[in-house]
């Protein structure tokens, strides 16, 4: 079986210190050239330790393995936290999520420790979601198209993990029956903006309380991503409680006109290619229309991931926005106020994640506050608020 090139990787280029000392040489590669599957078993059958990092587009995963097994796992997709997981599978409510952060920023103990020892959430019930948490992130990288991955033997977290043991064979079982369910899924979703529409009476009979808060979010005018925003899920998770909904007929979906490949209106004329988005998004940026910039440039990235320009342009973007937005005195320490009543905004064009982050301001929580227990990465989740000032729906004001 072939192998990743082999690379020379040091142990400074990891925030975590190893508690077992590295062995400096690594694999190193992509997803592209190399199956996840072979890389997995590779790991599994010479029984190593260390560390699997993957970096896609859009986020990044670390694999920990101990003698061939998964022990544990991180991600910065923000759903796949431990508190918006939970959230998510109705273990615990929002108010809860926000109370936990609190306690956790005062006093330093990790999470799930806060979430046990005041009875919001057992020990078993806790081990329980972790061990699935890890199962889900990593059954989301077999969907991947790209993807840099790297192994350093021996580096581990120096933090204690949960006892936790996964079997590689299952996990690669799962991981490969996912794809063919996400290929299914999307003929019927094909992406956020569809609507569910309910046709028939919901049976809860076998359902949990994750997959209950998610049909009762169905009103026949949420969007999945309005849905997802609301339960603090992956478009997966909800997306494949929807479909087994449609195949027992209790729903139809509603598919959105696709305009073009950015999901909205373009500038773009001809061809939609990576160069042609580009070309628009650098347009917008100049307008200072940052949002359709940053939807452009990302949608450029996705259609030729591997061009060095639009990448650079991309990251130049993103800097400019970031910009753009503390100038407007748009900062994380920032309080957020209603400009209009919220039963006024009801007429209003209002995105699902306008309409998320609306609900949360209530006049004291300054944005980071609210950007803790929101599901959106930060830029994005800061943009919202930048277009509703901009478009007068809130005002800002320093924090006392």
């Not at 910065?76 to 918006?84: F, I, N, Q, S």
């Not at 998510?88 to 929002?94: D, L, Q």
């Not at 598919?255 to 999901?263: A, F, H």
């Amino acid at each position: 079986m072939a192998l990743a090139t082999v690379s020379q990787v040091s142990h400074l280029q990891y925030s975590q210190r190893s508690i077992i000392p590295p062995v400096i040489m690594g694999i190193a590669g992509n997803l592209r050239t190399m199956q996840l599957e072979e890389l997995l078993q590779w790991l599994s059958l010479s029984q190593k330790t260390g560390t699997l990092e993957f970096a896609g587009p859009k986020l990044s995963k670390k694999i920990f393995f101990k003698d061939g097994l998964i022990v544990a796992s991180s991600s910065t997709r923000p759903e796949e936290y431990l508190g918006h997981f939970l959230v998510s599978h109705g273990m615990i409510n929002e108010q809860t999520l926000s109370k936990a952060i609190e306690l956790q920023e005062a006093s330093g103990m990790l999470l799930g420790k806060i979430l046990t020892t005041r009875g919001w959430l057992t020990e078993e019930s806790l081990h329980s979601m972790l061990r699935l948490k890890t199962e889900e992130a990593i059954y989301d990288v077999f969907s991947w198209e790209e993807g840099e991955f790297q192994f350093v033997d021996g580096l581990l977290p120096e933090s204690q993990m949960v006892p936790m043991a996964l079997e590689v064979t299952g996990i690669i079982m799962e991981g490969v029956q996912r794809v063919d369910e996400v290929r299914r899924i999307r003929k019927l979703i094909p992406n956020g903006n569809a609507i569910p529409v309910q046709i028939a009476a919901w049976s809860f009979e076998d359902l949990d309380a994750g997959q209950r808060q998610i049909l009762e979010l169905v009103d026949d005018e949420r969007t999945v991503e309005d849905i997802r925003l609301q339960t603090h899920s992956s478009e997966f998770h909800v997306c494949r409680i929807l479909y087994r909904q449609w195949q027992e007929g209790r729903i139809k979906v509603v598919k959105p006109r696709v305009k073009d490949g950015t999901g909205s209106q373009s500038v773009v004329n001809g061809p939609v290619t990576g160069h042609t988005l580009l070309e628009a998004g650098q347009r917008f940026l100049e307008q200072a229309e940052l949002e359709p910039a940053l939807r452009h440039l990302r949608a450029a990235r996705s259609l030729e991931p591997d061009d060095p320009d639009i990448q650079d342009a991309l990251t130049l973007a993103e800097k400019v926005v970031r910009n753009e937005i503390e100038k407007a005195g748009v900062t994380l320490v920032s309080v957020p106020t209603l400009s209009v009543a919220l039963d006024q905004l009801t007429n209003s064009k209002l995105s699902p994640q306008d309409g998320f982050m609306l609900t949360r301001i209530n006049g004291s929580y300054d944005i980071q506050s609210i950007l803790k227990i929101t599901p959106m990465p930060q830029l994005d989740a800061l943009l919202v608020f930048w277009k509703l000032a901009r478009e007068g729906f809130i005002k800002l004001k320093a924090k006392k």
